[in-house]
């Protein structure tokens, strides 16, 4: 399990508190300044430093240093449940890419340029590439060999996307499955936590479409 991190060291105990048995979590501290690598080898977790800024720089490098053959992917922030994962994993049986698809908790305030952002992208790939997710999963699980031999190239917030293009030319079976979306548990996301993230993302992610 890859939990690619930036300054999440507030959030991380919690997170790593929740991975269900068997899984191994891997951290990728990206630059972080806030202890970060400190916190996850306390609790457990394998660490991974990459120096290279940019979500899909750590993204790879957990991708690389996993050892096992399916690897999962998710945000490090609190806001998603790594309980959930056995359900995503499962669905691979007949699915090369399983996402989730963030469901928000009652109260929950999705910032509105994040929310557009995502329906405007998710649109388009399903309109271009027939595609049937509606979001750019922010929690994932593929094979990871498989995953590697897509060769995705981008190493800023673009990666996701990237990888759902990739996947469709590909020809990859993806499914996408319903998770719960919850506030984050400390910090400030650095995407959707601005406009300013959230026009960085977003021009990232037309670059690659």
Known sequence: MVLPCLNEA????GVLAAVPDGYRPLVVDNNSTDGTAEVARAH???????????YGAAVHAGIVAAATPIVAVL?????LDPAELPALVAELDGADLVIGRRRPVAGLRWPWHARLGNAV????????????VHDIAPMRVARRDALLGLGVTDRRSGYPVELLVRAAQAGWTVRERDVTYRPRAGGRSKVSGSVRGSIIAA???????
């Open 203 to 209: 021009l990232d992610f037309w670059r690659v479409l």
């Open 121 to 132: 992208v998710c649109r388009r790939l399903r309109a271009r590439y027939r595609l049937p």
């Open 44 to 54: 457990g977790a394998e660490v991974v430093t990459e120096r290279r800024p940019g």
């Open 10 to 13: 507030e959030a991380l105990p």
């Open 75 to 79: 945000d490090a922030d609190g806001s």
